[in-house]
């Protein structure tokens, strides 16, 4: 089953801030995009073709990084990431949990990586 993105662009550090703060509460996806580079346009597409994760998962976030320079650095540096394009970055509990760039990016991956974060908030509310 497929599932329509619907994108949140991200354009300055105070939003960017608050993604971080609420991915202690859910999952946030923050896609760095050039949309004048085809390498980029081509990953977002791929990326939306054989999107299958049910709204509900996470928050999902556009971040173009020529119209918000500013914003891409301050998500690099947070994230402790080289900064490239396409580049995905997935945050949760406050930090990141995943990162993929270029040609690398699937879905197939970040599903993977959210249910590794799932099962891992699960063991750890039963340690608690």
């Given amino acids: ?3 329509p993105l619907n994108w949140k662009h991200l354009t300055t ?3 960017f801030d608050e993604i971080i703060e609420n991915s202690r509460e859910k999952p946030a996806l923050v896609f760095k995009h050039r949309p004048s580079a085809p390498e980029s ?3 977002l597409e791929k990326l939306e073709g054989e999107w299958n994760i049910a709204p509900g998962n996470l928050d999902l976030y556009m971040l173009d990084v020529m119209k918000d320079k500013e914003v891409s650095e ?3 540096e947070v994230a402790g990431v080289v900064n490239e394009y ?5 945050f949760a509990d406050g930090v990141t949990m995943y990162d993929e760039s270029r040609e690398m990016i699937s879905v197939k991956k970040i599903k ?3 249910k590794i ?3 891992t908030f699960k063991w750890m509310e039963t340690r608690v």
């Fill in 1 to 3: 089953m497929s599932y």
């Fill in 13 to 15: 550090t105070e939003e």
């Fill in 41 to 43: 346009t081509n990953a």
């Fill in 74 to 76: 301050a998500v690099t």
């Fill in 86 to 90: 396409p580049q995905v970055l997935l």
């Fill in 112 to 114: 993977l990586a959210l």
């Fill in 117 to 119: 974060i799932n099962r």
